[in-house]
């Protein structure tokens, strides 16, 4: 244990012993510059970028905090406040948080739509210590007095640019406005610019600033290339990178568009899954649980994947839709070479996206190797080396189909869903032993019949939306929408 350097940063011995089952005896960057001022108690502006161990860097403080506090858990009033921005990202933060709050007894519990609300008002009332949430949900809980904010003592808000780009701000002010203004409160983002900087002039006092990284931080373990290629070739060069050995991580920027190329590859005798806002949460627990557990190999998703999800060896991460801007592309990268391990990022490129990726990179400070391909270049088996394996769509295992949801009222129909998943870790990182417990996604594709459809709701929150009231208890939110 004399190697462990998180004990002299004032870290409890207690938690010092769990990290170091764990393996994680070394702190990163953004934990050895936030750890003195958080477990001090002063408020914390952190960056650092995906995959740094932000995570961390915050329960280490909060669960310290907690710990050495003299209140005691009480009935709908959480002691501690995590925000995040979906509810894959609660999950993961939730799952690193339990090993260190069960060492030290305290009690967790996540918060997040797409499910229903009463298991979650259950375990509110008979009392926890620290409340991990998506702002929607927690919103409508607190409105209708099912969860009481005035005793939180610490409020860490993590991933706080998404939450800033999905629209999120005017509901994490309200809820920040019903915490202690006397409290500590930690901001964690991998970029702190545009409406960030309103929630830190606004709800932090005095806050000490660390950055691990620049706001453009591409991983040094990482090799990048742009595929300049034909659109006739974009699915075999797909099709090809995918059937190497390893997990490979696919990004689309619609959610269609990330349904139809996992059927595509499955087709091609690629075992693949999709991950977007579209999916139900059992859909999107199976995708995950899939992917993490090996079943498949191949994840194809859009944005929503790109924080917060930690999958260990990911060794391949493909842009077939460029992002639209250079952090989507950071975060998206994220995924492999995380914590110093090393990772390939491929971008495809057709003719008419030359100037797009170009300002791209630029943007992101990266300078990709640039190569004209087609299906059968051999830089292919540089960037995917090994044996390529292939499964007759007819041999595939087939994920349990999720439940079939019914349509509501005024003729709206009935859809059936299909349903694939798949649960990861958040972790450490890479290398490190990060925890990696089961998060929640899945996949439901549905048809309707009827006279109207529902239009599928955005992934995420209700940005902005004001809390529901008096409603009492729900039934489960829609599966897309994240609260």
Known sequence: MSDNT???FGVPASLVRVLAEQGITTPTPIQAATLPDSLAGR???????TG??????????????LQASSSRRQPKRPRALILAPTRELVNQINASLKPLADMVGLRSQTVFGGV???????ALAKGVDIVVACPGRLEDLV???LCDLSAVEITILDEADHMADLGFLPGVKRILNKTPRDGQRLLFSATLDRGVDVLVKSYLTNPVTHHADSAQSPVSAMDHHVLHLHKDHRLPV??????????????????????????QLAAQGVPAVDLHGNLSQNARVRNMDAFH????????????????IHVDDVSLVIHADPPAEHKAYLHRSGRTARAGAAGTVVTLMLDEQQKDVRDLTRAAGIKPTTTKVDPAHPLLT???????SFVALSEQVQVAPAPQKQGSRGGRGQGSGRGQGSGSGRGQGAGRSGQGRGTSQGSSAGSSHGSSQRSPKPTGERAGAAPRRNRGPRRASSPATSR
């Open 6 to 8: 998180f004990a002299p």
């Open 43 to 49: 408020d914390v502006l952190g960056r650092g970028r």
């Open 52 to 65: 740094s161990g932000k995570t961390y860097a915050f329960l280490l403080p909060l669960v310290a905090r």
């Open 116 to 122: 229903g609300q009463n298991p979650q008002a259950a």
């Open 143 to 145: 409105s209708q007095g």
């Open 238 to 263: 797909l099709v090809d990178l995918a059937a190497a050995p390893g997990r490979t991580v696919v990004f689309t920027r619609t959610k269609h568009g990330a349904k139809k190329l996992a059927k």
């Open 293 to 308: 557990s090996g079943t498949v190999r191949t994840l194809v998703a859009t944005d929503i994947a790109a924080r917060g």
């Open 382 to 388: 540089e960037l995917a080396p090994g044996e390529r």
